[in-house]
């Protein structure tokens, strides 16, 4: 029998690879739940046998980071070692774990004709994600959309190139093994500027786009895309500190939201104490947070009570600082502080420390943020903590999600109507 000899296909656009993942999607959404947990697994197998790999890479990231100059922030966000590298294994199984949204019913009812109804979820199809400096999210995101049966195209950005490079690679390569299209994780990377802008006009493509990062990256594909966004917001977060905030509550979980891992969108950025409240926790809260080594930027009584603390702007109270910077200001009462959230707050998260039910409720009822905590930590504002393994994003919009976004807000609905031969009057 004679062949034919077909001709290489010579992927060269990010448009190629849109079409690759539009394609992989159709495949995954027909993958088992079984079959996507199983990928999974493989995917954190491989995880574990190439870290040295990986970390390789990312030490090439972050010294071109240090020559860059992207600052602290963005640097610790960068990094990677082994225990974040197990850490990624271990919430990729986490999510292989997890219950499969696709084929969920989320109502349902018979039609007075006999016809039977159900709302059911399924995948969108193929996620689009842009991010930066964040080589974890290249993980997190392939591994739930996988698992919510989604193919992905990723732009991880230049500051991650190397990083993102052997991941996506382990990834496919895992998927492979699997007997699962590879090309249901893809890249724009390559194509720099020109892969995002076809994320962002891959109307017919991506049937969702979830951008990741700073104030000005959201903005921007916000503005520019026109393919729908779920917008995950900035984190100018609040913690507000009533009168009847306890001395340990109120300091342990100021510093703790704020020192633990600064660089992320859930740490403190603006804490507030009602007047009545002043004299006594401004003093210690401040004073623990500068023996972490955070710079207090206070209005004038907090300078009165916070020795070394400097002067905060008007800037100051509209800040994402990522950093070990904190916003403090004292307040005339829980009303000002509510219109002070109103006002400066990003509508990520916010908290307050109170043993006042009242003033508690009060806080969760008007506070219209995305997650709105009493008497804990704003780092809790977290796919892991929530239980969800990972997350895609932590939605600061109201449709379709808000909060930490898991397996469920990857998929859409569609209606399922099973007849026995009606037709309509």
């Known amino acids: 029998m004679s062949t034919v000899d077909v001709p290489e296909v010579t992927i060269d656009t990010p448009q190629d690879r849109l079409r690759l993942a539009k394609d992989a999607a159709r495949v995954t959404a027909r993958l088992t739940s079984g079959q996507k947990a199983d990928a999974l697994h ?20 972050l010294a071109r980071g240090e020559r860059d100059g992207i600052g602290a922030g963005l640097l610790d966000r960068l990094r990677l070692d082994s225990a974040r590298v197990e850490g990624l294994a271990s919430a990729v199984r986490d999510i ?49 959309a996988l698992r919510s049966g989604n193919a992905v195209v990723l732009r991880g950005g230049s500051a991650a190139a190397s990083s993102n490079a052997v991941l996506v690679s382990v990834m496919r390569d895992a998927l492979e093994q699997q007997g699962i299209a590879p090309d249901a994780i893809q890249t724009v990377d390559p194509f720099g500027r020109d892969g995002a802008k076809a994320l962002m006009h891959g109307r017919g493509f991506i049937d969702v786009l979830v951008p990741r990062g700073s104030a000005g990256l959201i903005e921007a594909v916000v503005t520019e895309s026109t393919v729908p966004v779920i917008e995950t917001g900035a984190g100018n977060v609040h913690i507000v500190l009533d009168e009847s905030a306890p001395d340990e509550w109120a300091r342990d979980i100021v510093v703790n939201a704020k020192v633990q891992r600064p660089s992320v969108c859930n740490a403190v950025e603006t804490v507030l104490v009602v007047r009545g409240a002043a004299e006594r926790l401004v003093p210690q809260v401040a004073s623990a947070l500068q023996e972490r080594g955070v710079t207090v930027h206070g209005d004038d009584d907090v300078q009165r009570l916070a020795p070394g603390a400097v002067a905060a702007t008007e800037e100051d109270w509209a800040t994402e600082y990522g950093t070990l910077d904190v916003a403090f200001g004292v307040v005339d009462s829980l009303d000002d502080a509510i219109a002070h959230i109103r006002r400066y707050s990003t509508g990520h998260t916010e908290s307050i420390i109170t043993t006042d039910m009242r003033n508690a409720e009060r806080f969760l009822a008007e506070v219209d943020s995305a997650v709105v905590l009493v008497n804990a930590s704003t780092r809790f504002t977290d796919g892991g903590e929530f239980g969800f393994g990972a997350e895609v994003g932590i939605s600061t919009q109201k449709l379709h999600a808000r909060g930490p976004m898991g397996l469920p807000e990857l998929t859409s609905t569609k209606w399922l109507g099973r007849g026995a031969g009606q037709v309509r009057a």
């Not at 009812?109 to 979820?121: D, F, K, T």
Request: aromatic letters at 2%; proline letters at 7%; charged letters at 20%.
């Open 42 to 61: 493989a995917i954190a197998d491989a995880l574990l046998a190439h870290a040295d790999e990986i970390n390789a890479a990312n030490a090439d990231d």
């Open 96 to 144: 292989a774990a997890l219950p499969d949204p696709v084929g969920q019913v989320v109502r349902g009812h018979r039609m007075p004709n006999g016809v039977n109804l159900e709302q059911v979820r399924v995948p969108f199809g193929v996620v689009g994600a842009i991010y930066e400096a964040r080589p974890n999210v290249t993980v997190d995101i392939a591994a739930l």
